[in-house]
Each structure stands twice: as structure tokens, then as C-alpha cells.
């Protein structure tokens, strides 16, 4: 039995202007049915939302069923006969409004029943509340939010079964773009087309809305092949459906796959190897999956630490790095005329890092802008030191790309070598040509002052990217360094004997200089000394070393000047 009233309450004004009144302390919308009459009042501030013809209505069920989705109609007829029939007195039901821009909107709807004045009719008095908005669901999409996949998660891991799952993180790749472009409208329809065709291929497991353009999918049992074949159906559903609509806007979906116990696993965890893992997908080129490994996790954690190790080094006066110096020999005078600066860089817990490791955490994060700046003034400082026993030593320097994209690098330099009062023309900067691909006015810029202020440029890694002559033409550099991978292979193979040997021929005969790189045995110095390069580098010379070695093994004996 519902509790006793002695008052009516549908239609009658007082009270419902008493319901206005709180309705307008809540962001709820308040609501009285009578389950008998199937008569309807609700908050006003619902009319500006939904489609409802006023806050008082018959028909109750009619005209709700203009706004309340139609897979959920059913369910909320069931719900209110058992009241009606007073199977119970307490109604908590969530499903789906639609509102007047065709967006479907989740909402919480719980309320209890009592009775009018002895005799009278059965009225459920309760509340509505958007938990869309809650971020238990998420309007646009329509489909529950992140925060509940938590819950079921939480849930299932209770009841025990299933024991095994795997958890899709579905992404758009350039959502951002579509954004930017197109607007953000057009942002919201790519994201509903992604969610109806996640809906079409997954209809039987649970999916959920994450943040941003991001899906979740939980399947049941822990095949992570099968969840790799969803993600392609999705994606082969999405551009079918992309097709249709004339391919309006362009965007690709990238997926991370988990697959988990849920005895073994909590779900902070399993939420991190899926971003993970989703990063990793985008990593690999986009619109394609990645299936979590722990080794790379692993790996991946280890370089975040080893990023913060370089971090507190940075802010920590550089502690941990060090300048070494490799000689570079003239072909001329087979001496040593100068040398390579080389990043290293060591700390208590890895010890010495190989800079294939450590350099590229720098390029990724940021932090080669001030090492980068730090090198070469270190590198120039030390290079005027022995330039009292050698006069006109050069010292070669390496820029990022990073560097000379996302700083300032040219002022840094010209200001260094103003302030050390070093001469521009014993300082080389070396460059790779696979950062070609993302030439821009900040390269041509580097070029431009450089040359112009006497500062030698070298392409470094010469024949193992993208070798063009345009780009010989282009960026006015000096010296050819021609890589290891490249000229040892002169040593056996004619082919490549003759490829290089006109390769120098070429160079010196537009004014440039050429350095072979790698050069490790006396075999392939003598083999390649006939190819007329004017320099030479690498373990047959000497090995990177700290700048007291350096002294010590290539200059010591030198007269100072």
C-alpha cells in the first residue's frame, strides 16, 4: 500500500505551483503521475528541454512516449503497471529522454506512490534528474559515461563471472582537427555515427562514452584476437556508413585491447594499459589496433623514469651529462683537425645510457631545447681551449630538428658565439636529412643566418634517408657526412665502391666537403682513402671520450700556439 495523503495533487494548482517552486532550488525536475487517471505535472523547466505540450497533461503515456526513447519505452510501461497493479510502491528506473534536438539525453527517474484521500487515486511523486549530465552518460552519444563502466566493472569482479574479459579504448585519431575544421557540430555527429556503429557490431556486450573521442567496449571471456576483429568491423562499418554520407569529413578510429582476469586486475590498472595501449596504436601510424604487452608497458615506464631523471638533471645544473669528443682526421695532413661534440649522459640508477635511449626522450619531451643549448656552448667553450694548440680546430656540433622547429635556436647560437668571441668559421652544425621531411620557414631561417654570419652546415647521415639534390641546393651546407651503414659496404662491393666514389666527385665538384663516418679497420681506410674524401671519422681513429681523453690521446703532443 502507498502512504496516505488528504489532499489532491494532479491538476491542483497549489501544489503544483508549491513543485515550481522547488523545482527552481533544483536542477531535477519534479513530476506527479496519476497512475489511475494517467494524468502528468511536471517542472516547467522541462518544457524548455523536451518536447511536452505543456507541464499538465492526460494521456500520460501518449504523449511521454513522444520523448522517451523508443527501446525504452517498453520497459517503463512494465515498470509503472506493476504500481499500478501495486506490485510495489517505489519506481528507480534510468533510460532515455529525447530532447527537442532529436540528442538523446540518459536520465534517472525515481519517485515512490501514494495514495490521494482515503479512496482516491494512486500517485507517483517523485523526480527526474539528466545523469548525462552527472557524466554517468553521455548526451550526445547516448551512451553511458566512463564512471560506469567502473561500476559494472566493480560488479562483475563481485559476482565472479565471467572470470576473463578484454577492454577495447577506441579513439578518434585527428577528432581535433574535425573540430577545428568543420566545426564543433559536425564533431558531435562523427562522434554519434562512431557510437551507432560500435552499437551495430557490439549490440551484446557493454560499451560506454569515455573523455573526449574516446569509446570503451567490455567484452566477455579474454580473446584478443576476436576483439581485434570488433575493432575492424567497426571501422569497416564506419566507413561504409562515411561513404554513404559522401565522405563529408575525414577522420580514422585507432584501437588499444586489453585482455585481463578480472580476479588479477583492478580497474585503476586495467584503465592505464588501455591508454597505453591506445597510445601505442596512434604511435604505430593510426587507424590501426595494438594488443597491451607488458614488456612494452614496461618499457615504456622505464622511459618516463628515465624522463625524469633527464628532467631533475636539467634543473639541476646539468648534472649527469657530459660532452665527449670523437676526432675528426683531414685526409690532407692526416691529423687531427677538429672533432664531433656527443652527447652522454649517466645517473646512479642506469648508469651510463646508450644515446639511442636517452636522446630521443629529450626530443620527445622538450628537454633538447636547453641541453641542445647547453651542448653547444659547452662544445664551443672547450673548442677554444685547444684551439691554442691547434689553431682553426673545429668542433662539429649536432642540432635537433626539435631544436630548430620549437626554438629559437638561431639567436642562441649567434648570441653564444658573440659572447665566447669564438670564430663562426671553426664551428660546423650537423643536421640529419630524414628531419627534411618537416622542412619549414624555421630551417630556412637557421640556413639563411648561418651562412650568412660564416657558420659551416653539414648534412649529416648523407645516402641512408631521403637523399635528394634538391636538398643539396637548398640548404647550402658544406660537408657531406656519408653514415657507416652507407661506405662499408663500399669495401666489398663495387657497386657501391663507384656509387660513393661519385658521390665525392659530386660534392667537391659544387664546392663541398666530405667526410666518411664509421670507419673502424685499416682495411676500410685504405679502401676508402682512394675515394678522395677530405675527412675522416670513427673507431679507428678514436673512440667518444670524455675531453680530458680526448687531450690526452690527440693533443697533448701538439705545440700550444
Not at 253 to 264: E, N, R
Not at 411 to 426: A, F, K, Y
Not at 427 to 441: A, R
Amino acid at each position: 500500500m502507498g502512504q496516505k495523503a488528504s489532499f489532491n495533487l494532479v491538476g491542483n494548482e497549489e501544489f503544483e505551483y508549491i513543485m515550481e517552486v522547488f523545482g527552481r532550488c533544483t536542477d531535477d525536475y519534479l513530476f506527479l503521475l496519476d497512475l489511475d487517471k494517467n494524468e502528468y505535472s511536471i517542472s516547467k523547466g522541462a518544457l524548455e528541454k523536451f518536447n511536452l505540450p505543456c507541464a499538465h497533461f492526460p494521456n500520460a503515456t501518449k504523449v511521454l512516449g513522444q520523448v522517451i526513447h523508443p527501446e525504452d519505452m517498453d520497459a517503463l510501461v512494465e515498470d509503472l503497471e506493476d504500481l499500478r497493479q501495486g506490485d510495489r510502491t517505489g519506481h528507480d528506473m534510468e533510460y532515455r529522454w529525447v530532447d527537442r534536438e532529436g540528442r538523446t539525453v540518459w536520465i534517472s527517474c525515481r519517485g515512490t506512490v501514494i495514495r490521494e484521500e482515503a479512496g482516491g487515486n494512486r500517485v507517483l511523486v517523485g523526480r527526474i534528474t539528466e545523469i548525462g549530465s552527472r557524466r554517468k552518460a553521455d548526451n550526445v552519444t547516448g551512451l553511458f559515461a566512463g564512471r560506469q563502466l567502473q561500476i559494472d566493472y566493480g560488479n562483475i569482479r563481485k559476482a565472479g563471472e565471467p572470470k576473463q574479459g578484454v577492454l577495447l579504448r577506441i579513439g578518434v585519431d585527428n577528432f581535433k582537427e574535425v573540430n577545428e575544421r568543420q566545426g564543433l557540430e559536425v564533431g558531435d555527429n562523427v562522434l554519434k555515427l562512431i557510437a551507432q556503429c560500435i552499437k551495430e557490431t557490439c549490440g551484446a556486450d557493454r560499451f560506454y562514452k569515455g573523455d573526449g573521442d574516446e569509446f570503451l567496449v567490455l567484452l566477455a571471456g579474454g580473446d584478443v584476437q576476436k576483439a581485434r576483429k570488433k575493432y575492424h568491423l567497426i571501422r569497416c562499418r564506419m566507413e561504409q556508413k562515411r561513404k554513404e554520407q559522401g565522405y563529408q569529413s575525414f577522420y580514422t578510429i585507432s584501437s588499444g585491447i586489453v585482455g585481463f582476469s578480472y580476479g588479477d586486475m583492478d580497474f585503476e590498472s586495467l584503465s592505464n594499459f588501455s591508454e597505453f595501449a591506445l597510445g601505442m596504436a596512434k604511435k604505430n601510424g593510426k587507424n590501426c589496433s595494438y594488443v597491451f604487452s607488458r614488456l612494452d608497458y614496461a618499457n615504456y615506464m622505464k622511459n618516463l623514469d628515465i624522463q625524469e631523471k633527464l628532467r631533475y638533471a636539467v634543473n639541476h645544473g646539468f648534472e649527469g651529462f657530459e660532452v665527449y669528443y670523437q676526432p675528426i682526421i683531414s685526409m690532407e695532413t692526416e691529423q687531427v683537425t677538429g672533432a664531433e661534440a656527443l652527447l652522454r649522459f649517466s645517473c646512479e640508477k642506469y648508469g651510463m645510457l646508450p644515446p639511442d635511449v636517452f636522446i630521443p626522450i629529450l626530443e620527445e619531451s622538450g628537454l633538447i631545447i636547453p641541453v641542445g643549448e647547453w651542448v653547444y656552448q659547452t662544445a664551443m667553450r672547450q673548442s677554444m681551449e685547444w684551439q691554442r694548440q691547434v689553431p682553426n680546430f673545429r668542433i662539429n656540433i649536432n642540432l635537433s630538428f626539435i631544436q630548430i622547429c620549437k626554438s629559437d635556436v638561431v639567436s642562441g647560437i649567434m648570441d653564444s658565439i658573440q659572447t665566447l668571441g669564438i670564430n663562426p668559421r671553426t664551428v660546423l652544425f650537423e643536421f640529419t636529412e630524414t628531419g627534411m621531411i618537416s622542412y619549414d620557414d624555421s630551417v630556412q631561417r637557421l640556413l639563411d643566418v648561418l651562412n650568412e654570419n660564416q657558420v659551416k652546415l653539414g648534412l649529416d647521415d648523407f645516402g641512408t634517408g631521403y637523399s635528394s639534390l634538391a636538398y643539396l641546393k637548398n640548404l647550402r651546407v658544406t660537408l657531406l657526412k656519408l653514415d657507416r651503414g652507407f661506405t662499408s659496404k663500399a669495401v666489398s662491393d663495387e657497386f657501391d665502391f663507384n656509387l660513393i666514389g661519385h658521390i665525392v666527385d659530386m660534392a667537391h665538384s659544387i664546392g663541398m666537403g666530405v667526410c666518411f663516418e664509421g670507419v673502424e679497420t685499416e682495411e676500410e681506410w685504405k679502401k676508402l682513402r682512394e675515394l678522395g674524401p677530405d675527412y675522416m671519422q670513427g673507431y679507428y681513429y678514436g673512440r667518444p671520450v670524455d675531453r680530458q681523453a680526448f687531450y690526452e690521446e690527440n693533443l697533448r703532443e701538439c705545440p700550444k700556439v
